[in-house]
T-cell receptor, first 111, second 112 residues
């Protein structure tokens, strides 16, 4: 079972910031927070990941609360191409990355 | 740069027929390799993973098997397909948790 909770769906206007929340209240100290997205009929695409500190890359920013029990993925300027299902996943450090996907958040970006 | 190839992209197979999906990774060595499945309208489920040649771990009991005959080759097989094996199969690779996981483009399997 996935150890994260995400809203089922969200809408965002094109050009605005999309803020996707994720709750992971039972996260353990060695678990990373990963974000992937899946556009229909394609393989999941890596977005960003973090352990404790906030992270930013060319695609998005990841804000992790101090207690690490929740996080927010921020797409600063959403475009229509960002319409996808976004998955927040916890992953323990170890020799193999066994991702457990939940149902994710379906983000619909509109004009 | 590293790339992952998966084939065939789509296939329609009758119930009871065998299956072989292949995945290869280029531009890297000794990766961890994974097979995931996504049934219609559902999330991805990890089926198998491998941390080295000949090393296969199964995550769920099923009608499928996996093999890793070479460092960068991962094969998903079945001797007799079931209707419930239909779905979207994805191969992925990484160097271990804490690193980015890369997925292939997937293979659509329809068992009829």
């Amino acid at each position: 079972d996935a150890k994260t909770t995400q809203p089922t769906s969200m809408d965002c206007a094109e050009g605005r910031a999309a803020n996707l929340p994720c709750n992971h209240s039972t996260i353990s100290g060695n678990e990373y927070v990963y974000w992937y997205r899946q556009i229909h009929s394609q393989g999941p695409q890596y977005i960003i990941h973090g352990l404790k500190n906030n992270e930013t890359n060319e695609m998005a920013s990841l804000i992790i609360t101090e207690d690490r029990k929740s996080s927010t993925l921020i797409l600063p300027h959403a475009t229509l191409r960002d319409t996808a299902v976004y998955y927040c996943i916890l992953l323990s450090a170890g020799t193999a990355s066994k991702l457990t996907f939940g149902t994710g958040t379906r983000l619909q970006v509109t004009l | 740069s590293q790339t992952i190839h998966q084939w065939p992209a789509t296939l329609v197979q009758p119930v009871g027929s065998p299956l072989s999906l292949e995945c290869t990774v280029e531009g890297t060595s000794n990766p961890n390799l994974y097979w995931y499945r996504q049934a219609a309208g559902r999330g991805l489920q990890l089926l198998f993973y491998s941390v080295g040649i000949g090393q296969i771990s199964s995550e769920v009991p099923q009608n499928l098997s996996a093999s890793r005959p070479q460092d960068r080759q991962f094969i998903l097989s079945s001797k007799k397909l079931l209707l419930s094996d239909s779905g979207f199969y994805l191969c992925a690779w990484d160097y271990g948790s804490g690193n980015t996981i890369y997925f292939g483009e997937g293979s659509w399997l329809t068992v009829v």
